[in-house]
């Protein structure tokens, strides 16, 4: 079955210090990965996707298979970053996305 | 672009009612999804539309129906309402020949009551 975790309800980093959002999913074939963030009163967004390998606003996350993992780093957070961040995985026919819980990530001043 | 839009906002019903929830895809997408999130939760895949036919569902009982017109908008029915099915509602667009190009709206509140 396709189900993704993140371990994490909240984190709470300083401003400048670095951030790893971690998630982890189970899928039975080669998934689609990506992370969707919701920043305060505004809809559900694209952060990045594994598939092209990106950089968005200095998150990066790297896909590991034999951990089945897909965690988003940051190595410097920003005030701004604080939002609800959720890792979603997309099955080989690009349909329907299986979302995880979501993280809040709070940066402090 | 006004992206993807959905009406209502917010909605109150009563327990037993049957509610329809409506969704305007982003100009030039021509699949819709709909998404349960409850409170506190990641949003759960419910059903998507294309070509004005169900073409995937998830693990939702059959209270919950759907439609797509031949403009792409589409609607989404739930008969017999629970308190359970008090969340936010999201309708995502895309576009069926490009496979990972999803526009989310900003959701319909429902609340049971």
């Known amino acids: 079955a396709q189900r993704v975790t993140q371990p994490e309800k909240l984190l709470s980093v300083f401003k400048g210090a670095p951030v790893e959002l971690k998630c982890n999913y189970s899928?039975?074939?080669?998934?689609?990965l990506f992370w969707y963030v919701q920043y305060s009163r505004q809809r559900l967004q694209l952060l990045l996707r594994?598939?092209s390998r990106e950089s968005i606003k200095g998150f990066t996350a790297d896909l590991n298979k034999g951990e089945t993992s897909f965690h988003l780093k940051k190595p410097f957070a920003q005030e701004e970053d604080s939002a609800m961040y959720y890792c979603?995985?997309?099955?080989?026919?690009?349909?329907?996305?299986?979302f995880g819980p979501g993280t809040r990530l709070s940066v402090l001043p | 672009d006004a992206g993807v839009t959905q009406s209502p906002t917010h909605l109150i019903k009563t327990r037993g009612q049957q509610v329809t929830l409506r969704c305007s895809p982003k100009?030039?997408?021509?699949?819709v999804s709909w998404y349960q999130q409850a409170l506190g939760q990641g949003p759960q895949f419910i059903f998507q539309?294309?070509?004005?036919?169900?073409?995937q569902r998830g693990n939702f009982p059959d209270r919950f129906s759907g439609h797509q017109f031949p403009n792409y908008s589409s609607e989404l029915n739930v008969n017999a309402l629970l308190l359970g099915d008090s969340a936010l509602y999201l309708c995502?667009?895309?576009?069926?020949?490009?496979?990972?190009?999803?526009?989310f709206g900003s959701g319909t509140r429902l609340t049971v009551v």
């Open positions: 100009s030039g997408h021509d699949t």
């Open positions: 899928y039975s074939g080669s998934p689609e």
């Open positions: 995502a667009s895309s576009l069926a020949k490009e496979l990972y190009g999803y526009t």
């Open positions: 539309y294309y070509e004005e036919e169900e073409r």
């Open positions: 594994h598939i």
């Open positions: 979603a995985l997309q099955d080989n026919y690009g349909q329907n996305f299986v």
